[in-house]
């Protein structure tokens, strides 16, 4: 491969990373809530957790002592990887057979793609999940080419730590299966390679899968929690019109001459299992019923780079040759007028008049009620004010409450804004409800004094002696219910905690 045609690549990967490191040292508004709960799993390693595999938290655990944990430390990889994300799809649109205008085209689409944009914002393991996705239809592009077994057992590691990092990376093997059965490539696994690579895969998934086990299936029961009651608006319309939407609206016949050019075009071929990378994910989403859209966005990196390979051999008139720059430069111009809508670039009020200009109302999947932040943004606000507020509480306490006192919340993210923020406050660690903090129990404590924020009084007072409110913290910007919280303190629990727990369990 010569430099001129890696160089577009190259430079609009650098570009991206430049454009979210400047987010993140100039704006950014604060966490993400799963940022927070991510770093207080961090300081708890497993070999899994209630709500995900463990891959992205120890890679967490990894950098958090080199990197520290200012807001740009966390989101330092975001971005890399978002960047790698885009030199990867230009380096499969090569492996298509693309020149220039293509890698532009694949690349811009890749950057600029709003869901990309989401998960190069904060730390998670959705972006991982892209990165996995898009670098394994390389791997792939040049097994079909060259079958080396060296190539499938790579694939296979690659495979393996993207089940660690997302169980939806089964999707990803379901598809590279069926696109080689379902194609003239299934000669290929008349070998052992393709075997030995799958076998590499479920390996490095096993201790996931043996810790569920030794834990009664906590993943298994948070998955169907969250699509019958968190995503249970979501409806198979939803999941297909949202496609339309979250790779900017622009790109959807960039994406779709991508699928095409891969089910049909003869040049395509040698390429066909890889439109099955979509088409199989895709039906498991629809049959899903309750599916997110953005639960298929890690495959769109694959039909950008085929979509550009489509465009640009589209053997146009001379005088019709003008539509394929202008098309990238739509491309371009519609993705950074929606960029702000997907990374926290404009101060929060200029934000907000930008996407009433632009008409955009607040969204959420999760069917909550939302003020003038879609919930993405609104979960950035909030959480060191709520830390404040109840180590306010914490330190009024007499010194006989405050050496058995436990602090309480019913969702991991206020739980682990106690944790992170309150670390220097003086709080002491959380307890919670929420998936892993319900699973790591009450740590001890008696309920002989339990600070409880966002409680309801009058609940709490059928199971405490005295239940005493203690103030309310609010929040501008933040979620509606996650503002107005009441903190209140609650003396002598009249079932032990230990005993109460088990009852107390959300795994959503």
């Known amino acids: 491969m010569r430099w001129s045609d890696f160089a577009p690549a190259a430079i609009i990967a650098v570009l991206t990373l430049a454009l979210h490191l400047h987010t993140n040292l100039w704006a950014g508004y604060g966490f993400f809530r799963d940022e927070l709960y991510y770093m207080v799993c961090s300081d708890n390693p497993a070999f899994g957790y209630v709500d995900q595999p463990p891959l992205s938290i120890l890679i967490l655990t990894g950098l958090r002592p080199i990197l520290g944990d200012s807001l740009f430390a966390i989101r330092l990889l975001p971005a890399l990887l978002h960047a790698l994300t885009v030199l990867m799809t230009g380096l499969l649109a090569l492996e298509f057979g693309a020149r220039r205008l293509a890698v532009v085209l694949a690349t811009v689409a890749a950057a600029l793609s709003p869901i990309f944009l989401v998960a190069g914002t904060f730390y998670s393991m959705n972006v991982i999940e892209v ?244 919930q993405f943004y609104a979960d950035m606000f909030g959480w060191e004010e709520k830390a404040r507020a109840v180590a306010s509480v914490f330190r009024a306490l007499p010194d006989s409450d405050k050496v058995d006192c436990a602090v309480i919340a019913e969702n991991y993210g206020r739980c682990a804004a106690m944790d992170v923020f309150g670390r220097r406050l003086g709080l002491p660690p959380a307890i919670g409800l929420h998936n892993n903090y319900w699973l790591w129990g009450p740590r001890g404590h008696t309920g002989r004094t339990v600070i409880v924020l966002g409680g309801n009084q009058a609940d709490l007072e059928t199971r405490f002696e005295r239940v005493e409110s203690a103030g309310v913290v609010t929040c501008q910007y933040c979620m509606p219910y996650e503002d107005s919280l009441a903190i209140l303190v609650c003396h002598t629990v009249k079932t032990p905690l230990a005993e109460l727990w088990p009852r107390l369990k959300h795994y959503e």
């Open 131 to 374: 990165v996995v996705w898009t670098t394994a239809a390389w791997m792939m592009a040049r097994i079909l080419r060259v079958p080396r077994p060296r190539r499938w057992l790579l694939l296979g590691l690659l495979l393996g730590f993207g089940l660690e990092n997302k169980i939806s990376s089964g999707w990803l093997l379901a598809g590279l299966f069926f696109g080689l059965l379902l194609t003239q490539h299934r000669r290929l696994l008349r070998s052992i390679w393709p075997w030995a690579a799958g076998g590499v895969a479920i390996i490095l998934f096993a201790p996931f899968v043996i810790w569920n086990a030794l834990n009664n299936w906590p993943h298994l029961e948070f998955m169907r929690n969250a699509a019958g009651l968190k995503y249970s608006s979501q409806t198979p319309l939803t999941f297909l019109v949202g496609q339309l939407i979250i790779n900017n609206p622009i790109a959807v016949p960039l994406w779709l001459a991508g699928l095409f050019w891969l089910l049909f075009a003869k040049r395509a071929a040698l390429f066909r299992p890889l439109a099955f990378v979509y088409l199989i994910p895709l039906l498991i989403l629809i049959v899903n019923w309750h599916s997110k859209p953005e639960y298929l966005a890690a495959s769109y990196g694959i039909l950008f780079a085929a979509g550009a390979v489509a465009v640009e051999s589209w053997n146009l008139p001379r005088v019709w040759n003008w539509l394929k720059p202008v098309y990238l430069t739509a491309i371009l111009a519609t993705g950074l007028m929606l960029s702000p809508l997907a990374l926290p670039v404009l101060p929060v009020e200029s934000y907000i008049r930008y996407a009433n200009a632009l008409g955009m109302q607040p969204m959420t999947a999760e069917g909550k009620r939302l003020a003038q932040l879609p």
